[in-house]
């Protein structure tokens, strides 16, 4: 290249000797293709999806091809909230009807989209032609699809979403320039995986945060479980930057931004990214989309506040793995966080390698949150286990704990558990000795004083969460709708089936 621009520059000068004014000329005129070549990279930029936050303006048609709408979850961060609306209102618009006004440029592919991801060896016939046919109708912006399970990215990952969406972008035909995923980032991070707790069915259901957690350490089925809820489904960023490197856009939604603005997630989505028929900044004729707090019956006891902070920080260190990944692509303008409130406040540059253990080993996330828990009502072992302040490098950790650390399967031990259904092996267990306990004591002694000398030191740290808050179990929305009484054509099947700890492969 030096030498390129070298050579012109010796052959400009020499006409320009010969000839002034055409030298003149030939400068400018490389002068404009040099500026133009290097600004070609902000030019590819101009495309970024458009928000509106124009607080009145009809359903709009984008222009341009048709597009795929990505509603990717994940599990546990209000996903159904919009998922409900827009399945039910992405609809051709019928006259008089004000309410059908909103979203009738846009069509949803469908309720059991999640089969694509769970189910892939199947044929899914009908599935594919619902979502075909409903690409196919006319004067549409696209298709939108919607499933929890988009959030199954990665190696921890239960299924894999990324091969599913890939195929229905192929499958309609659409360009990766037209796929827009959207994404939502629930803060405070500890209340999603607390959220999979409380919503947990099946043996689960009645089942305390401790049972919920160290049980599963003698089950590697639950493990498994655990540990996709941890590497895959609270991972939304890991999920961002798998789509914006198959050069999808994605629009990254914080919780906490959108109540601080009092705006709730279903309008933000339907009036400003998908441009639905907007009045007074709301959804035309569905103003009623509003908050709804709804608190889950079980009561989170296990942790107090200081316990919640760690655990926090736990998944806040895992995220900033993902800054130096992911804000490239906030320049380029394909990542576009809306309502930031708390994305990367807390990034540390000289911890990079903790945040990066967390993000490659989700089982040293399982080993601290189980550990911090102490177990008091099972027998786990807790050998090869990182604590919480090791994970967060309050505690020194010695080479070969490292390496123990990122075991993929974690030491399962024979010992019963409180279900009993080993009761006959629990005679063979020894009784712990007096210097075990004398150790574990002093253990936990000096993991309190840290705990403690932590919170002196940094009171300034650690903005979230609040001193007195407990995680809210649901951050749902409720939209009754009192003056519409046709049952809508959702059958439900995903709702029933996508509960948080069974919903997969069972
Ligand atoms: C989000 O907001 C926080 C707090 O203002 C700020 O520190 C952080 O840099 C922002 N993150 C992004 C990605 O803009
Ligand atoms: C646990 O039980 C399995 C068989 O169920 C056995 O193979 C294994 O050696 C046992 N492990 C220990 C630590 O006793
Ligand atoms: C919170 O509980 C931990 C043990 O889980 C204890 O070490 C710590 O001192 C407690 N902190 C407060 C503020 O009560």
Redesign the pocket.
């Known amino acids: 290249m030096i030498l390129t621009v070298g050579g012109l520059s010796t052959t400009i000068t020499s006409i320009a000797r010969s000839q002034p004014s055409l030298g003149r000329l030939v400068v400018l005129l490389v002068a404009v293709l040099l500026a133009s070549s290097s600004s070609s990279s902000s030019t590819a930029t101009a495309n970024a999806w458009p928000i509106n936050t124009d607080q009145e303006h009809e359903a709009l048609l984008l222009g341009g091809n048709k597009k795929i709408v990505f509603l990717a979850g994940p599990h546990n961060s209000a996903y159904y909230s919009v998922y409900k609306f827009v399945s039910k209102w992405s609809k051709a618009k019928e006259e008089g009807h004000v309410r059908t006004y909103a979203l009738t440029n846009w069509r949803w592919g469908g309720n059991d989209i999640h089969k694509l991801i769970t189910e892939p060896e199947e044929e899914n016939e009908e599935i594919w032609e619902k979502l075909q046919s409903r690409f196919d109708e006319p004067d549409i912006n696209g298709v939108i699809v919607g499933s929890a399970f988009f959030d199954q990215i990665g190696p921890s990952a239960k299924h894999d979403a990324l091969s599913a969406m890939k195929k229905i972008i192929e499958k309609l035909g659409v360009s990766k320039e037209d796929v827009l995923v959207i994404e939502h980032y629930r803060t405070p991070r500890f209340d999603q995986f607390v959220s999979m707790w409380k919503h947990a069915d099946g043996e689960y259901e009645e089942s305390t945060y401790e049972d919920w957690l160290c049980d599963t350490h003698n089950k590697p089925d639950e493990q498994t479980k655990r540990l996709d809820m941890l590497g895959a489904r609270t991972n939304p960023l890991g999920a961002s930057l798998a789509y914006l490197n198959e050069g999808w856009e994605v629009k990254l939604l914080e919780t906490t931004g959108m109540d601080s603005s009092d705006i709730n997630i279903v309008q933000v989505v339907v009036t400003q990214i998908l441009q639905g028929r907007t009045v007074n900044g709301l959804i035309a004729s569905h103003e009623y989309v509003k908050n709804h707090d709804n608190e889950g019956e079980r009561d989170f006891v296990e942790f107090n506040d200081t316990d919640i902070a760690l655990a926090e920080e736990l998944f806040r260190y895992r995220d900033c793995a993902y800054q130096p990944k992911l804000?490239p692509f906030?320049t380029e303008k394909t990542l576009d966080?809306l309502y930031?409130?708390?994305?990367?406040?807390t990034c540390d540059g000289s911890k990079t390698e903790l945040y990066q253990r967390l993000m490659e080993h989700p089982q040293i996330m399982y080993s601290a949150l189980l550990r911090q828990l102490k177990c008091p009502n099972h027998d786990v072992d807790f050998a090869g286990h990182t604590t919480i302040a090791q994970a967060l490098g309050y505690e020194k950790m010695s080479e070969a704990e490292k390496k123990e650390a990122v075991q993929t399967t974690i030491q399962v031990s024979n010992k019963s558990t409180s279900s009993g259904s080993t009761s006959g092996a629990a005679g063979a267990s020894k009784p712990p000795s007096a210097t075990l306990i004398l150790m574990q004591m002093v253990t936990a002694a000096l993991f309190g004083y840290q705990v403690f000398k932590i919170n002196l030191a940094r009171p300034l740290r650690k903005p979230e969460p609040p001193a007195s808050r407990r995680p809210s179990a649901e951050i749902e929305f409720e939209y009754e709708d009192p003056q519409l009484q046709e049952d809508y054509d959702v059958e439900g099947s995903e709702m029933v089936k996508l509960t948080a700890s069974t919903g997969k492969g069972n």
Do not use: C, G, I, Q
């Open positions: 804000m906030t966080v930031n409130h708390s994305l990367f406040s």
